[in-house]
């Protein structure tokens, strides 16, 4: 029998066009797996549903929207970062600082807590700021890497600036025989309308030891999730306790944020002002309000850490 040629052609025009839609269907089918992960999710939203969750028509496929990047860009993994990145598709619950500094508790089995500042975004183990694991020592014959200096540069809250303040703990680590390290002084400032620096932004990772080579702080959030810190701690760079009767001046908060208008000018000002200092028998970096005048603080000590 004969087959008549137009209709043959029909035929091979439905197979491709059969073909082509399955082709075309391949990108939908695939993605239901990713969205029943985001339903499974125990921290979800209820009322976020469907294709429209990632991408920017309701009905799925095409441009993803925000989240649908983001999403992709983790590897398709929904991570305590992601979740505090798009809290409206989240149950999760916040907390946040009066320097704007968030904590995000995003993960489900809570061993993580997601810390935002300044739009950047950090995990951090629970377990490192709950229970804090010893840290090895340093390998260096001298393994200080933190302390209160044994003096004062006598000009009040006139300390030459950052530049100048880090110049007395390197000199001071020097004549203590820890000159090979790179050392900061503790403080903050914002002034005038400045962008700050953060005092707890200038000291580096850590870990941190006293000169007997006791730990101090394994790093910042260790550091500035403890208000007080044991008095035995705080020892000079020849290794003596540090005397509470002369203010350690910070400009900083418990968190170790700045002061705002609280930082001496810059600490190039000895005239009239206050500024904030810590107390190793109180809160170890904002005990206080001292004068930045040359009466009260002339002897004003700061505290200093070993960034490398």
Same mark, same amino acid.
């Given at each position: 029998m004969r087959t008549d040629g137009s209709s043959t052609l029909r035929r091979v025009g439905a197979a491709w +066009?059969? /073909?082509?839609g399955v082709g075309l269907m391949q990108p939908a089918v695939a993605r239901p797996e990713y969205l029943a992960r985001f339903q499974s999710d125990p921290m979800r939203r209820a009322a976020v549903d469907g294709c429209g969750t990632c991408h920017v028509k309701s009905e799925g496929g095409g441009a993803r929207n925000d989240? #649908? @990047? =983001?999403?992709d860009a983790a590897t398709r993994e929904i991570t305590p970062i992601l979740r505090a990145t798009f809290p409206k598709n989240f149950d999760v619950a916040s907390a946040t600082l009066p320097d704007g500094t968030t $904590? $995000? /508790?995003s993960d489900p089995q809570s061993r993580f807590v997601v810390l935002d500042r300044q739009n950047q975004k950090v995990l951090v183990n629970v377990a490192d700021i709950a229970t804090p694991k010893a840290a090895p020592l340093p390998l260096a014959n001298n393994r200080m890497t933190?302390? %209160?200096?044994?003096e004062g540069l006598g000009q009040g !809250?006139?300390? #030459? !600036? +950052?530049?100048?303040?880090d110049r007395h703990c390197q000199t001071l680590a020097r004549a203590a025989g820890a000159g090979d390290r790179t050392w900061r002084a503790y403080l903050s400032t914002a002034f005038q309308g400045? *962008? =700050?620096v953060n005092a707890g932004d200038r000291i580096g990772a850590g *870990?941190?030891?006293? =000169?007997a080579g006791v730990l101090v702080a394994r790093g910042p959030v260790d550091l500035h999730t403890k208000e007080q810190l044991a008095s035995m701690l705080f020892l000079t760079e020849s290794g003596q306790p540090a005397a509470s009767a002369l203010p350690i001046v910070t400009g900083t908060r418990p968190n170790g944020t700045a =002061? %705002?208008?609280? @930082?001496?000018?810059g600490w190039t000002s000895s005239t009239a002002g206050d500024t904030v200092a810590g107390d190793p028998a109180g809160v170890w970096n904002s005990a206080q309000t001292v004068s930045c005048g040359p009466a009260t603080p002339a002897a004003a000590r700061v505290y200093c850490f070993a960034v490398k």
């Open positions: +066009l059969l /073909m082509l989240f #649908g @990047t =983001a999403f $904590f $995000f /508790m933190f302390f %209160v200096t044994s !809250g006139h300390l #030459g !600036g +950052l530049a100048g303040a400045k *962008p =700050a *870990p941190w030891y006293n =000169a =002061a %705002v208008d609280q @930082t001496c000018n």
